[in-house]
């Protein structure tokens, strides 16, 4: 599904992202883990398109397409969806105004017709169910006074309705209590098919109980160092960084 | 990356004024200058009685005297008086009939400015008392209208056929000496809109006037007049449109709202006068005096999208001078370019248990400067007096400019008076997040600045929101920076 080779990028001069190389196969769902400041959220960042970044090398395949070459609407219409590590409060705009037009947009670009408005209420009707939001927070305005579980349940009902090739949650976990994790990570679960693939990005091991990766990579200083089945997350939760920093610094 | 937003607002910036065409329809014109004579032309074309010359007469004796106010947040260029036309009006042999006997000029004109008469009669029922340059053109409903009592007519026709109720009325809320601009209005108005709602009706419909400025150097002096007898309610549009002129255009319109006891005005404006070219040059000057009185238990409520023009200087006020009257005031005010706007309000308590609200949307791009000048003033007599205002500026670029007068006077301990104020720039992140959803940056913005504008704009009625939603996202395209 996603390709990346030696992908190098940058801030305000900084370099963030050293040469990351990563594969994630359609149908798997890989967890990237690792100590603070490793780059986890610029390679979320990076991927979606944010311009404050700039990529200085390397290469990302999209599903058949140069996603370096997209704008950032047109990765998201190619099937591209982040789940915000913290999602951006619009005072005014009703979650379904937003929602239909984003849906709206990317039918267009994949020349299909506009959805009708009895398909769109059903589909919000559904999908709202897969993550037990309140079908009344659809007509609230997006975010806004919503609490922090909220939020995070309505990135992944946004995820649900606008069905992406790749969604990457960016420490969806933070800030969920233990019900509001295990209910983001069934809708998860229910949303993951062999045509689809996710790439989880997370501090913590706790977040993969729920959602069972088929590949766990640790970053690091903006390279991808270690890569390995699940298991490797619970040596991570036991062990910490330190290892995998001294076994770096070896190299 | 694409297409980039700098892209986007040059691309926008070339784009030419949509309205920016001209009539040709010969017209029967007054001599540049403005003198005795004149006032008298006009008055004699109109065929007007003597009290209203006197009116005139009086008011330009008084205007002389006037300096023009200087205390606006606004620079520009003051107009040269003695090099406006005055009057002006679409030479007709006799008023028409009918909607066919419209000029078919005329009918394309208004084709133009979308809003065909026969398509706002068939879809939308309301009554349009349509002003090109000076003198009514035609006039819808009438007749329907007449059943219920109710009077819509232009200002001229008024004169003529009510005249005890224009002269109990005109200058009641906005008298002759009010102000430089008023003063100048009173000598010279043209033509305008009269409507009056008898005791206990409500009217039908939604009553709405389309202002023009036609004439190239025509100065556009309206005068509407808006009554709504004990109990009775009214909801009126106003919408103005300019052809593109590279001289600048002075427009100083009076507007006079009465509503008696119990009665309810809601009066909305969707204004898109020509703002200028990207380099400031052209545009119209939008000195308007708008003020409504309420007596005891009555309503008046103002809502204004003002998006155009070069210089606006406009403060739509309430005089709550019945017991238990409420005015109310939504406003969003849109520049863009070298646009300026010193807009805003005046809430005026006289009476016990008096309400006012404040809802002001500023929205400032490229590198116009957007005022909010208000005035709450809680009288000794006003008992219990509340007001709560709440002022919100939005930049889109690092260039503009928004600003804020709030005066509070007040000399009664028992009121209330609450004011918010917030000032924010439009969010990259809240244009990342739609983006990486698939929503275009266009599209990104018309949402985000009609989510901020919900609130005044949720006051309009359907059709004009559906209106102002789109200029909105036609003023501000690619203005993000």
Not at chain 1, 118 to 125: C, Q
Not at chain 1, 212 to 218: A, E, F, K, S
Not at chain 2, 118 to 132: I, K, S
Not at chain 2, 241 to 269: C, F, G, M, W
């Amino acid at each position: 599904m996603i390709t990346i080779k030696n992908l190098h990028a940058s801030i305000d001069g900084k370099e963030i992202l050293k040469g990351l190389t990563l594969e994630v196969p359609a149908g798997q769902v890989h967890a990237i883990m690792g100590p603070n400041g490793a780059g986890k959220s610029t390679l979320a960042s990076v991927l979606a398109g944010r311009e404050d970044y700039e990529v200085t090398e390397g290469s990302v395949d999209f599903d058949g397409v140069d996603l370096l070459e997209l704008s950032t609407e047109d990765r998201a219409r190619e099937g591209m969806f982040l789940a915000f590590q913290y999602p951006v409060e619009i005072p005014g705009v009703s979650n379904v105004n937003f929602l239909r037009t984003a849906l709206n947009e990317i039918r267009e670009y994949r020349g299909k017709e506009a959805i009708s408005a009895k398909d769109f209420m059903a589909m919000v009707r559904e999908k709202s169910a897969i993550v037990e939001l309140d079908p009344k927070l659809a007509s609230r305005a997006v975010n806004e006074g919503f609490s922090g579980g909220e939020k995070k349940r309505n990135e992944i009902f946004q995820m649900a309705m606008l069905e992406p090739k790749l969604a990457i949650l960016d420490e969806t976990d933070s800030g969920l209590d233990i019900d509001a994790l295990r209910i983001v990570a069934n809708g998860v679960n229910k949303l993951r098919s062999e045509k689809n693939a996710t790439i989880v990005i997370t501090h913590y091991q706790r977040l993969l109980d729920y959602i069972i990766p088929d590949v766990v990579h640790v970053l690091y200083n903006g390279r991808i160092v270690k890569s390995g089945p699940k298991e490797l997350a619970l040596e991570l939760e036991e062990k910490g960084y330190d290892w995998i920093k001294a076994e770096q610094e070896a190299k | 990356m694409g297409y980039t937003e700098n892209e986007l607002a040059k691309d926008l910036e070339n784009q030419e004024y949509k309205f920016g065409f001209v009539t040709n329809i010969e017209s029967d014109k007054a001599p540049k200058g403005l003198n005795e004579g004149i006032i008298r032309f006009i008055s004699a074309k109109k065929e007007e009685p003597e009290w209203m010359l006197d009116f005139r007469l009086k008011a330009f004796v008084l205007w002389k005297e006037m300096t023009e106010p200087e205390w606006a947040h606004v620079h520009y260029e003051k107009p040269h008086f003695q090099d406006i036309t005055y009057y002006s009006a679409p030479k007709q042999s006799k008023k028409y009939e009918s909607w066919d006997d419209v000029d078919p000029e005329m009918k394309e004109t208004m084709a133009k400015l979308g809003i065909s008469m026969e398509e706002q009669q068939r879809l939308t029922g309301v009554a349009v008392d349509f002003v090109m340059d000076s003198v009514s053109v035609a006039t819808s409903f009438k007749s329907k209208l007449a059943e219920l009592g109710i009077i819509f007519c232009s200002f001229s026709e008024a004169v003529k056929d009510h005249p005890e109720l224009v002269r109990k009325y005109m200058g009641s809320v906005v008298p002759v000496t009010d102000n430089f601009y008023a003063a100048l209005n009173s000598a010279v108005f043209t033509d305008g809109s009269f409507c009056y709602i008898p005791k206990g009706v409500r009217c039908p419909m939604e009553l709405s006037t389309y202002f023009r400025i036609n004439e190239g150097g025509t100065g556009q002096f309206e005068r509407t007049l808006v009554v709504a007898d004990q109990g009775a309610y009214v909801s009126y549009l106003e919408g103005c449109t300019a052809p593109q002129r590279d001289e600048n255009q002075l427009h100083a319109a009076v507007v006079e709202l009465i509503a008696l006891d119990d009665a309810e005005i809601k009066y909305s404006t969707v204004q898109n006068w020509y703002p200028g070219d990207k380099e400031g040059k052209g545009g119209i000057y939008n000195f308007v005096t708008k003020r409504g009185v309420c007596e005891r238990n009555a309503k008046i409520a103002w809502t204004q999208v003002e998006t155009g023009s070069a210089v606006t200087w406009k403060y739509p006020s309430c005089v709550l001078k019945g017991d238990n009257s409420i005015g109310e005031f939504y406003s969003v005010a849109v520049t863009n370019n070298y646009q300026q706007a010193d807009t805003g309000t005046k809430m005026i308590h006289l009476g016990k248990n008096t309400k006012s609200t404040i809802i002001s949307k500023g929205i400032s791009a490229g590198k116009s400067q957007n005022s909010y000048r208000g005035l709450v003033q809680i009288h000794k007599s006003a008992d219990n007096a509340r007001n709560f205002s709440q002022c919100d500026s939005l930049l889109m670029t690092d260039e503009c400019g928004a600003h804020t007068f709030p005066y509070i006077e007040c000399k009664n301990s028992s009121a209330k008076i609450e004011h918010e104020a917030t000032t924010s720039k439009i969010g990259e992140d809240q244009i990342f997040y739609c983006l990486q959803r698939g929503i275009s940056e266009e599209k990104a913005i018309s949402l985000i600045v009609n989510g901020y504008c919900k609130e005044v704009l949720n006051q309009l009625p359907m059709e004009f929101a559906v209106e102002a939603q789109k200029l909105l996202a036609i003023s501000l395209e690619g203005s993000v920076g």
